[in-house]
């Protein structure tokens, strides 16, 4: 029954406005690790990436304001969490 | 205070700012309502239903010209292991009162239209533009800063939802809002025609079905699935609980994904089309996360206040959020008649909530959230459930023992003290 989960292309039906000038949530250099991993595990845009090489990759692009990074990471591994400007980010045609 | 200020300011185009808004606009006071999002709903999404009672107060009547989606008629609540499913399956038909009612919604249309009525009430709107500050002048709030400009009011009411970060700036919220409060939301929209979703359901013209998941879809952790019937689509989803959120065997993706490919869910949502994804954090601990709800000039509401309630077989936010918009619109024009805007001049807000229905509930679920995190709850029972059910339903030839046993030998694996425990403290706790 498992199948493995594409994000990707579940954002991808999303509308995005994206404010490629302003980056909305910035991770702190050489984040905890097991904090990271709790956003790997609990982002649903799947945004928290953990590469081969062992290096992190994070995305604001297809961010989905949920803001379970800010709840859960907020005060630890997040260096900025804000809404996108006025205009920018997500944008929900059913919701 | 300049002459042109704003009898309000409201932060956020979501029920609860559309509902403050509507009723301070029709009270004739000068209102204006500030969305980040391109349109009111562009950035809000729920799971699906709306319980009409708290808009049925301020527009009677409402959903025979708002865009609801699907009367609510069925109730269903299905216990999930991996591959099996035990549903309770009731169908309401309708001797529910207007008030009585609840709604298949979607946010999108849902919130456009409410914003509408709330304009044709005489408040101004603006779309597009984020509220980066509160603006504060000896300790009372006096506006908000947007877009560089300044804007003055009596009383701003902030309307921002959970990630409240201005309402974090006045230093309202407790310590912060904790990973333990909350849980996050994933839901997928998926297309269906309508005749065919009809069929499916078993539905009739305009009935809908409000269906809630315990056990697999959240991993075992607080939380369960949902599936919410629309007009032409399907709101499938899932909630689960922040807390332990490390102990997650999967993320919260992949959960959707499993939840999707359930081979109860899988047939019902064949040859749909997936067409958004959506997902935010709900605030689910209920009366013990409230916020400072009041300061000088300004007022929280909706989920910014944390007035959220997860009772397992329902879960309550919308209506909420309504009674607390309209609870601070009154307080407003209570200290507009006093010209008092303080605190002490708003204090009537926390007094209507705490004769309303949202408080009184709140307090009376108040152990609720407690009792959700139990695992059991989560696990084991839903597993429970369904290996009675097997085992009562598998005819191989061997020789049937009594059902007694067979219930006894389920309930044996969950411990009888601890359904014991459990059973009580849940009757208790709801």
Redesign the interface.
């Known amino acids: 029954m498992t199948e493995v989960v594409n994000v990707d292309v579940k954002l991808g039906v999303d509308k995005f406005h994206v404010d490629e000038e302003n980056p909305h949530i910035i991770i702190k250099p050489n984040p905890d690790m097991a904090e990271f991993k709790k956003l790997m595990i609990a982002c649903p845009a799947g945004l928290y990436k953990l590469q081969e090489d062992g290096s992190i990759r994070f995305d604001y692009a297809g961010c989905l304001e949920c803001g379970t990074c800010k709840i859960l990471c907020g005060n630890t591994i997040l260096e900025k969490w804000e809404f996108p400007r006025g205009t920018f980010g997500v944008e929900y045609r059913y919701g | 205070m300049s002459e042109d200020a704003f009898d309000a300011i409201i932060v956020g185009a979501g029920l609860a700012g559309c509902s403050a808004a509507y009723v301070l606009a029709k009270a004739g006071a000068n209102v204006l309502v500030i969305e ?3 349109y009111a ?6 799971g699906g239903r709306l319980y009409g009672h708290s808009l049925e107060k301020i527009i009677p009547d409402f959903a025979s010209h708002a865009p609801v989606e699907r009367r609510v008629t069925k109730e269903k609540i299905s216990f999930l292991t ?2 099996s499913g035990v549903t309770l399956d009731y169908h309401g038909v309708s001797d529910k009162t207007a008030p009585q009612q609840s709604y298949n919604v ?6 456009q239209w409410f914003m509408e009525q709330t304009e044709e009430q005489g408040a101004q709107f603006i779309s ?3 509220v980066d500050k509160i603006l504060t002048e000896n300790g009372k709030v006096i506006g908000v800063e ?2 560089g400009d300044a804007l003055e009011a009596n009383v701003v009411i902030l309307a921002d ?3 409240s ?1 201005l309402a974090e700036q006045l230093g309202m919220l407790k310590p ?4 333990g409060a ?1 849980a ?3 839901k ?2 998926i297309e269906l025609p309508k005749n065919q979703l009809e069929d499916r359901f078993n539905l009739t013209e305009n009935e809908g079905v409000a269906w809630l998941f315990a056990g697999m879809p959240s991993n075992g952790l607080m939380g369960g699935g949902f599936l919410y019937t629309n007009e032409s ?1 399907i709101s499938l989803g899932l909630v ?1 609980g ?1 807390a332990h ?2 102990s ?1 065997t ?5 959960m ?3 939840f999707k ?3 109860v869910i899988k047939p019902l949502i064949a040859g749909g089309k ?8 709900v605030p689910e601990a209920g009366i013990n996360m409230m916020p400072q709800l009041i300061k000088d000039g300004v007022l929280l509401t909706g989920d910014a206040a944390g007035l959220c309630m997860n009772l397992g077989f329902n879960v309550r936010g919308m209506d909420l959020a309504i009674a607390s918009g309209e609870a601070a619109a009154q307080a407003v024009l209570t200290a507009k008649q006093n010209n008092d805007f303080s605190a002490a001049g708003l204090a009537s807000y926390q007094t209507l909530l705490d004769d309303s229905f949202i408080i009184k509930d709140m307090k009376l679920y108040k152990n609720a959230p407690a009792f959700m995190e139990n695992p059991r709850i989560f696990n084991q029972y839903p597993k429970m459930v369904a290996d009675i059910m097997h085992d009562m339903f598998t005819i191989d030839g061997s020789p049937s023992k009594p059902i007694r046993q067979t219930i006894m030998k389920h309930c044996k694996e969950v411990g009888y003290m601890n359904l014991l425990k459990d059973g009580i403290k849940g009757v208790t706790a709801i």
């Open positions: 980040r999002g391109n709903g562009s950035k809000n999404m729920t991996d591959d979607l946010r999108g249309k849902f919130d597009g533009i984020r947007a877009d939802g959970v990630t970060i912060r809002v904790e990973a909350t996050v939301c994933v997928e929209l689509s689960c922040l959120i490390e997650a999967k993320t919260v993706p992949q959707m994904e499993d490919n359930h081979p997936m067409v958004e994804y959506s997902a935010h954090v």
